[in-house]
């Protein structure tokens, strides 16, 4: 019988969002799965995890997406893609402040080879990850889609706004391709099994997974960014979302591409709700009987004061919504967190 599977290719599927996405997509009885990483941030153990989960063993590559020709390579070899979520990036705030042109490379040129490779072999579907940085510091919150971008205040944020409107440009100027743009806000937390979760090479510069350390002992404290935002305790707001909710909704944007009549499309994903970083502090505490070691200390260069999302819109036309509050994202990277310390052992 003829397979009548859609092939997406997902790149940086070793990764955390792209891993969670892989475990989704393996879930649809629609979808095969390739993907392609350059393990510059993650390593192939994470494709044994999804296996050890979904007992799907995952077809990946070792490709680097800045290296065009391999990766012409890659798609002559693999002629069945449909569809392309792509991950694989840069995503580290301070990191990006510290080295920008490492950023501004990485993240650009990977982008242009992939949609390079996408038009020569007529990829119709395209999900890019970008990001709730690209708003910047925005007053009237919380954000729509429609809400004007203010300065990016660091060059990951502006690697996802150029990104985006790299690729609104390249599908206008394509007649065989949608897309969508997926604006995610704070991703945390890890699958529900506790045998997947984040887990990156480059030490972690993102609050949960530090939290997490600190709690185990894997570090002695970290510290709180800055006590003296406009907000409701001083540290900043942010919208954080399970990394299983953010996946879920990648599978029902994939789905919408077939029947959708928009070319392209950006949604927001978030849960809407503002959360501090002392709250998130909190959380942690309140499911783990832990208060992690944290100093304060003073703002962080790059940062934004304060940002949350209006997420109707992804409700309306795909029918997302969050399905975890704040408790279950910090207990399931807590989870998370204690597994991989005993693997680790
Ligand atoms: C969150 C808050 C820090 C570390 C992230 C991702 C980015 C994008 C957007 C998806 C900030 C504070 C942090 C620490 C702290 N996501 N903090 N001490 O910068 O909002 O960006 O979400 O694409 O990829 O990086 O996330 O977790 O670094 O910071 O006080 O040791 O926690 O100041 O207020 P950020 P983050």
Redesign the pocket.
Known sequence: MKNTKQTILVTGGAGYIGSHTIIELLQNPSYNVISLDNFSNSSAQTYERIERITGQKVTYTNTDLCDASALQQFFESNPDISGIIHFAAF???PDSVADPLLYYRNNIVSLINLLDSAGTHHISKIIF?S???TYGNIKKLPVTEETPFQKAESP?AYTKVVGERILGDYISSCNDAKAISLR?F??VGAHKSGLIGEDQINPP????P?ITQTAIGKRKS?????SDYNTRDGS?I?DYVHVSDIANAHVLALQHLEKSQKSYDVFNLGTGNGVS?LEAIDAFKKVSGITPNHVIGGR?EG?VEAIYSDCSKVKKILNWEARYNLEEMMGSAWKWQQWLDKEQK
């Not at 510069?205 to 949960?208: F, G, I, S």
């Open positions: 995503k580290s705030v990850s990001s709730c940085s990951y995610y704070n991703p510069t993102n609050l949960v530090l970290f510290t709180v960014f800055g900043c942010r970083v962080r940062d």
